[in-house]
């Protein structure tokens, strides 16, 4: 049991959890928008610059300053909104939140309230064969804070800490909230659901190149609401509100764990309190944050330095019919153009690895090849190390590239996975591995015949019936023949060799 | 010979500029030799860029002898209220929590008048944070009113009205937020004008109440005025509120001085009870002067300007509330108690007690309040509807009138401390000149005369549809040509010697 764990984890198993209640998700996702520029001046949102070079006396909130709104988010916000089948507002506002924030320059952020950009909409997420409506509540939009550096401390926390150093170059960056209604009937799926509807998110922003959308650096951020209520019943539950999850495997982490949690709960006669709860990604659990009780008064009003933002009827129908192709059907389409089998699809949606594949495709591998090598080897290296499949540290460009070595006979699938090792080792190119690991596979006769010879002396038993017309009993033959070359022999060649030397 | 270099309007000192009859650094000198005679008495400035102002003015001679063609004020000297920024000065705001404060950048506004070759001599007082009418909430000590040192200067721009008064500059930059620039013209005898909201940029303007306030010009006479309102006018991309539109045209109107044909409403909800007897007399002669120079003289009403203080008294502290949360003692201003014990938040409170004067504190409080959950209907949201009826007032009456009239304030400048106890009572000062922000029209203030009770100046103030400001120009131009007509000469040229109140008050 982790320090963390406010009841001990084997009380209740997940199956019994939904077997008593129904969870109901809220998601609210942060997304960082990529203008080149800040969203109330013209710094540069560039990621990674020496602290506090990006600022200027708007973002650092100095006096006197103010803001005025890109309009390039706004168009960013809107597009995003009608990709989401959202209604555009004709008219609204920017408001304002007053709280107090380390690292929040003016100690009130300029977000939408009560008038969003974009409101109303839906999307839909496959989970296993079967679709999952979304409704969407609003996409508004905001600017981002700065960040803290608390410095000293054991904990990296503010508390403890000997100083803290801020940056601002993050102070005014632009995002976008897209906020879920409440999601129901996703039953013990919903787990996926959350994970599906942020890969789906994260897939439709990059089609419109909105968003860097890296979750590792913070430019998609999700926020996860989860209640439960009882079989049959109508109200929902308390809810809590868990903080900043950073991975798609996270999302479906945390609802995972929060389901448990409160079921535990719930059927020891507890209550939920309503509360932010913050993910450890270490121990997989949620702990206490802020309780809502005693949340802040925001003390929300109209943005008094900003004039209203109407976008015009006409560019929202421009905007609209510049849209990319939606991620259903894309996926569609895809599927279609790929020939899987339902299965195989259903498989590659689940490891979330559409865009893998279609990008290895592109590279010039066939679907199944890419298919194979995403699902298999490259899932089972982001499972062990517990990352998205797209941060394995292996491109689809280089997962073309391994598949065409393949396929040229330079070497085999055994050798393959060597070479994924030393792609991601950073040994260079799936070539240059080849050549710097001497991974090639032995193809030359000469090289082969005496270790096919070898082998026939070694397993009398095993040639006389290869000899007796069993000719599938030459694979103990081949596989003594591997094992003295390290794999690194053709095995179609050695096999053919085998036959040769006895039958004929 | 320096006296009278510094009894003359700017129009005058800059054209005797450009034609070389005087230098700039001549000017500027008188002024400050001006400052250096009287400021101690008046306290009308916060801080005196002689250097800076002596090499501005250098260089504008520089440029004249180069044959360059010079703007319509260049070389003149200004005094710039403390709120807005300026680089290499310090902006206080007359508040202990930004003292010494350094910006990093020029205001719109401030950048203008260096463009425009104006020489700026120093930073005048103000109420801290632009809150106040009296300029006695000042964290560096209260500016006196030159006509009766004993008196208030009128607030929140009293440093700027003062310095006109005193003959330490011919133009000034304050800032109207409920008629920071209007009330202290009026009780100082000066020319104050609160152009259009966005008329005028925001930009580099420490914000008191961001939908109210607004930068304008402050002069000893009408053309003075319109020619620095000239400079400091139009867009400003850097300012989201600021108007895209031209410039309407103040200066002709300011030449023109033509009210004939003009129709002009009389306010009956700003007048009568309430109103001192010689502010009454003196508006009343004026009006009867206007319709003698050909003015269409009716009465208007405005029912809900009743409900205009009210309303101004929960709009601007809930903005303040939230525009003043930036002073937290962390990265720019005061700090006190970071003695790495303290967290972060005691350091931040212990900075706001100490930084903060009680009238800053007593807004952020009422501002808190008013926007929190529970009564943010109640107040902020009632006030805004009581904001929108009063604006559709003005649009009903400019409907039928040109511009409309009324005092600029209640009583002439009452007597420092008089009022320091009593909020409501300070409040009083600024009744008539609310409704003009709230609704974000232009209005101004000229000088009519000197109370008979009391021999103090007394204001008319000029209302005027948004983006109208000229005609607040032809008004008050016209005023100023038919009153000094009568009195044979400015109403300034009645005002005491200072150097003899000093010897009275020694």
Partial sequence: MTPHAQVPEAVLSYEEALAAFDPVMGLEVHVELNTASKMFCGCSTEFGASPNTQTCPVCLGLPGSLPVVNAKAIESAIRIGLALNCSIAEWCRFSRKNYFYPDMPKNYQISQYDEPIAFDGWTEVEVDGETYRIGIERAHMEEDTGKSLHVGGATGRIHGADYSLLDYNRSGVPLVEIVTKPIEGAGAKAPEVAKAYVAMLRDLLRGLDVSDVRMEQGSLRCDANLSLRAHGTVEFGTRTETKNVNSLRSVERAIRYEITRQAAILTDGGVIHMETRHWHENDGVTSPGRSKESAEDYRYFPEPDLVPVAPSREWVEELRATLPEPPQQRIRRVSADWQFSELEMRDVLNAGAVNAIEATVAAGCSPQAARKWWLTELARRANENGVDLEATGVTPQQVAEIQALVEAGTINDKLARQVFDGVIAGEGSPAEVVTGRGLAVVSDDGALGAAVEAAIEANPGVADKVRGGKVQAAGALIGAVMKELGGKADAGRVRELIIEKLTG | ?506
């Avoid at chain 2, 102002?53 to 209220?81: F, I, M, T, W």
């Avoid at chain 2, 720019?332 to 900075?351: I, P």
Wanted: proline residues 6%; glycine residues 10%.
């Fill in chain 2, 1 to 506: 010979m320096s006296a009278e270099l510094t009894h003359l309007t700017a129009s005058a000192l800059a054209a005797q500029i450009a034609t070389g009859e005087l230098s700039s650094v001549q000017v500027t000198q008188a002024h400050l030799d001006r400052i250096a005679a009287v400021d101690d008495l008046v306290h009308a400035f916060l801080h005196i860029d002689r250097d800076r102002a002596l090499d501005q003015a250098a260089a504008v001679d520089a440029k004249r002898a180069a044959g360059e063609r010079l703007g319509p004020l260049a070389g003149v000297p200004l005094a710039l209220k403390d709120v807005l920024t300026y680089t290499g000065a310090p902006t206080t705001c007359g508040s202990k929590i930004l003292e010494g404060w350094m910006p990093p950048y020029n205001a719109t506004v401030t950048q203008r008048l260096l463009d425009a070759d104006i020489v700026i001599l120093g930073k005048t007082n103000l109420d801290e944070f632009a809150m106040g009418s009296s300029t006695e909430n000042s964290a560096y000590g209260p500016t006196r009113n030159p006509w009766d040192t004993d008196r208030i200067p009128g607030g929140s721009g009293g440093g700027s009205a003062a310095a006109l008064a005193a003959f330490e500059a011919p133009l000034a930059i304050g800032t109207d937020t409920g008629g920071s620039i209007r009330q202290p013209g009026a009780v100082t005898g000066t020319v104050g004008v609160k152009p259009t909201y966005g008329g005028t940029s925001r930009y580099g303007l420490v914000a008191l109440a961001s939908s109210l306030d607004t930068p304008g010009p402050c002069a000893r006479n009408v053309l003075d005025a319109a020619l620095l309102h000239r400079v400091i006018a139009g867009h400003d991309p850097r300012d989201s509120t600021s108007i895209d539109a031209p410039v309407p045209d103040i200066v002709g109107a300011a030449r023109a001085a033509d009210v004939s044909g003009m129709k002009i409403g009389v306010v009956k909800e700003l007048g009568g009870e309430g109103y001192a007897p010689g502010v009454e007399q003196r508006f009343t002669e004026a009006v009867a002067l206007l319709e003698s120079l050909g003015a269409d003289i009716v009465e208007v009403s405005c029912p809900h300007f009743d409900y205009a203080l009210a309303a101004y008294y929960l709009i601007l502290p809930s903005e303040c509330s939230s525009n003043l949360a930036k002073f937290d003692a962390m990265r720019f201003g005061l700090r006190v108690g970071d003695d790495g014990v303290l967290s972060a938040e005691q350091v931040m409170a212990a900075t706001r007690e100490a930084g903060f004067g009680a009238e800053v504190k007593r807004r952020i409080i009422i501002g808190t309040y008013a926007l929190s959950s529970g009564y943010y209907d109640a107040y902020y949201g009632q006030a805004q509807k009581v904001r929108t009826l009063i604006a559709r007032d003005f649009e009903a009456a400019f409907a039928d009138v040109d511009v409309l009239v009324s005092p600029t304030t209640p009583s002439t400048a009452f007597r420092i401390g008089e009022r320091v106890d009593d909020p409501l009572a300070m409040y009083k000062a600024d009744l008539c000149t609310i409704p003009s922000n709230l609704a974000g029209n232009a209005s101004a203030s000229f000088p009519v005369g000197l109370a008979p009770e009391d021999g103090l100046p007394v204001g008319l103030q000029v209302m005027a549809p948004p983006l109208a400001d000229d005609r607040l120009y032809r008004v008050g131009a016209a005023l100023e040509r038919a009153l000094e007509a009568q009195w044979g000469g400015s109403l300034l040229d009645r005002i005491p010697e200072l150097t003899t109140l000093q010897e009275v008050a020694r």
